[in-house]
């Protein structure tokens, strides 16, 4: 929105606020609207008697970003109002971004899930080759949208409080219920006595049980001290009540510092340089040569889909895992048909592949350089769970056939960094007393981003 709003308000280059000026001030952070007007540039309106800077420029804070150029011309306008310009440059205007309330609801989602499901059923009994597959999975996901769409509801996303009240004792209080936890899990993966496993389960709840209060405590009186200690007027306890706070969404990624450069092309050099794909000498297609696939069961579901963890961020196509269950727990068979059939043709679908990704910038770097963000991509939650599933055949299968080091500690159920530590302590200590002692220490980085996958292929093959 641009007009002759006629209010005051600092906000936008007035000495002082009206009542008017509070009023749009209010409203505006209500409905997450932001103004782009800069003070510095002058005022918008001029004649012999008065100056000021009724003439705003409003718009959503969820694209302010997009607006580049933003200025006051100075030139003739045959009015007292002066004109104003600036550039969108944008090719398309973001949705506004929101997740579906799952946790309330659910019920009504899988009664539409429940008069719609016989269709797939039939449906899956007919597909034979992978392309028909990947049309019923994204046939499946957009059931479960629409579903949600109809009978779920939505909130906005909004971003975490700037408010901080972590400090050293909560994080080693953290660490030692994390050491307890392992030490527990341990107890259990290696059969020890029921004593053992109760004593060091006690502690773990005990210290977790002592964690819980002292985090609620410590949040509470870090609250409280910020408001007693709080004396701006428009600071951050004004932006919190008033919902101000926004994100950055500028791309500062600028290879040759080249002022044209547009939002696209700042894109693609990002994408490219953390997602290169495939080179000239390289192949990406992996059809290796498989037997028999022992189909999945029941147990094998319910321990997937029992642990999965609420809350967590969905993909692209919002489904989080709480919708996912509901369908589960409807109807089992089904599920285990959809997931045994994608086992039988090897084949992992194209609609799952696709994911939302962020770029968060590493403390202390240099926004202009590609090196200096982290990646993070959110994968479709059904294509997570595939992968799950996908993880106990596989962990299964090399225990079977004994593929891994007995040296390896690394995503194992059973072994940790904590085993390690003292298996390498050990090892030092006998070596010390009986002949030279070196320990190297390599570290590959960015080892997944690098994979030569030719090679690794190759590898798999061999096994």
Not at 79 to 104: A, R
Not at 279 to 287: G, H, T, V
Not at 361 to 372: T, Y
Request: overall charge positive; hydrophobic content about 40%; some cysteine.
């Amino acid at each position: 929105m641009v007009g002759d709003f006629n209010c005051k308000s600092c906000s936008w280059g007035y000495d002082s606020d009206n009542y008017r000026g509070r009023r749009l001030s209010e409203f505006m952070a209500s409905n997450s609207l932001h103004v782009s007007n800069i003070s510095d540039y002058g005022p918008t309106f001029v004649n012999p008697v008065h100056s000021g800077f009724p003439d705003l420029t409003i718009i959503s804070t969820s694209i302010f970003n997009f607006i580049k150029n933003w200025g006051v011309l100075d030139m003739e306008s045959h009015s007292d109002h002066k004109y104003i310009y600036f550039q969108l440059v944008t090719e398309s205007i973001p949705e506004v971004d929101f997740y579906f309330k799952s946790k309330h609801g659910l019920g009504r989602f899988t009664k539409y899930i429940a008069k719609h499901l016989n269709h797939f059923k039939r449906k899956l009994k007919d597909i034979k080759n992978n392309t028909y597959f990947n049309a019923f999975i994204q046939d499946l996901t957009e059931l479960v949208q629409r579903a949600a769409f109809k009978t779920l509801k939505k909130k906005p996303k909004r971003l975490a409080q700037r408010f901080s009240f972590w400090n050293e004792e909560l994080r080693s209080t953290r660490n030692r219920v994390s050491k307890l936890f392992k030490i527990y899990l341990r107890a259990r993966a290696n059969n020890s006595s029921v004593d053992t496993v109760q004593s060091t389960g006690m502690a773990y709840r005990r210290a977790r049980a002592e964690y819980k209060k002292l985090l609620l405590f410590t949040k509470r009186k870090a609250w409280e001290s910020y408001c007693l200690n709080y004396n701006e007027r428009f600071g951050t306890l004004f932006n919190i009540v008033f919902n101000k706070f926004n994100s950055s969404n500028d791309i500062a990624v600028n290879p040759d510092n080249d002022p044209n450069l547009t939002i696209q092309d700042k894109i693609n050099y990002i994408m490219n340089a953390f997602f290169p794909g495939q080179s000239p000498e390289e192949s990406l297609i992996y059809s290796p040569e498989i037997g028999p696939v022992d189909p999945l069961i029941i147990e094998d579901l319910e321990i997937v889909f029992g642990n999965l963890k609420n809350g967590k961020a969905p993909g692209l196509d919002r489904i989080d895992y709480r919708m996912w269950r509901a369908v589960f727990n409807y109807d089992k068979n089904f599920m285990l048909d959809v997931f045994n059939l994608c086992f039988k043709l090897n084949y992992f679908p194209y609609c799952l592949r696709n994911a939302r990704i962020f770029f968060l910038l590493k403390d202390g770097k240099d926004p202009g350089v590609c090196s200096s963000y982290r990646p993070v991509c959110l994968l479709p939650t059904l294509g997570k769970i595939v992968e799950r599933l996908f993880s106990i055949k596989f962990n299964k299968w090399l225990d079977q056939n004994n593929i891994l080091h007995p040296k390896q500690f690394g995503f194992l159920e059973g072994k940790s960094c904590d085993l390690a530590i003292t298996e390498l302590v050990e090892t030092i200590k006998t070596r010390m007393q009986l002949e030279h002692l070196a320990l190297v220490s390599l570290d590959i980085k960015s080892a997944f981003d690098n994979m030569n996958w030719p090679v690794l292929f190759n590898i798999f093959t061999n096994i």
